[in-house]
């Protein structure tokens, strides 16, 4: 059984560009949350989503980001014109339909954007 | 905001020794935490889990033990070896929410 799977796994764009980050959630999971992390600090709640719908988006700037999960295919991370304090590791974790408020979520491996 | 924190950002061990690394939270709603073992260049790690009802709980070589009273939770591990150095993060998710908050993490060095 896979677990969660992201790519790319290191991402290099320009000041400006978009990036576009993937994550597919383990086999059966059907929750999807994104997390960033700045070096030497721990990981910073972004979005929560479940298929087709946003479930709770506090920890995502207002501007530039957005996040979806399509019936079909992986969740996207989307960062319109991105700028060099985008530079973070991002992650993406799931958990399953199933187990109440007591939810472990799996992490992936993370995706690495460097904005030059 | 986050509500949790790590008193000792870095622990240097000997192989063989046992390890104890300490996290404090600030929301008592919380019911629901996790210790993560994070290597360099991968994702977190699920180590063990602990429920509100319960105060300890043991895995493989690695103990969580969970005071309410003090909001303190701390992680023990047992004949700390190589492999074991990491980082560790506490997260505590809220009752009724489905994120995590997670501390800032503390490195843990095992030195042969």
């Known amino acids: 059984n896979a677990g969660v799977m992201q790519n790319p796994r290191h991402l290099v764009r320009r000041r400006g560009q978009e990036a576009r980050l993937r994550c597919s959630p383990m086999k059966g999971h059907s929750h999807v949350y994104w997390y960033r992390q700045l070096p030497e600090e721990g990981l910073k709640f972004m979005v929560y989503l479940q298929k087709e719908n946003i479930i709770d988006e506090s920890g995502m700037p207002k501007e530039r980001f957005s996040a979806e999960f399509p019936k079909e295919g992986p969740s996207i991370l989307r960062i319109q014109q991105v700028v060099r304090g985008d530079s973070a590791a991002y992650f993406c974790?799931?958990?399953?339909?199933?187990?109440?408020?007591?939810?472990?979520?799996?992490f992936g491996p993370g995706t690495r954007l460097t904005v030059l | 905001g986050e509500s949790v924190g790590l008193h000792l950002p870095t622990l240097s061990v000997q192989e063989g020794d046992n390890s104890i690394i300490n996290c404090a939270y600030s929301?008592?709603?919380?019911?629901?935490f996790i210790w993560y073992k994070q290597e360099s260049g991968k994702g977190p790690q699920f180590i063990i889990d602990?429920?509100?009802?319960?105060d300890k709980r043991q895995g493989q070589r690695v103990t969580v033990l969970l005071n309410k009273t003090v909001k303190h939770l701390s992680l023990q591990i047992a004949a700390t070896q190589p492999g074991d150095s990491a980082v560790y993060f506490c997260?505590?998710?809220?009752?009724?929410?489905?994120?995590?908050?997670f501390g800032s993490g503390t490195k843990l060095n095992v030195k042969p």
């Open positions: 997260a505590e998710k809220l009752d009724n929410f489905n994120k995590f908050y």
């Open positions: 602990i429920r509100s009802n319960m």
């Open positions: 974790a799931s958990s399953p339909q199933s187990g109440g408020v007591y939810n472990e979520q799996f």
């Open positions: 929301n008592s709603a919380s019911d629901y």
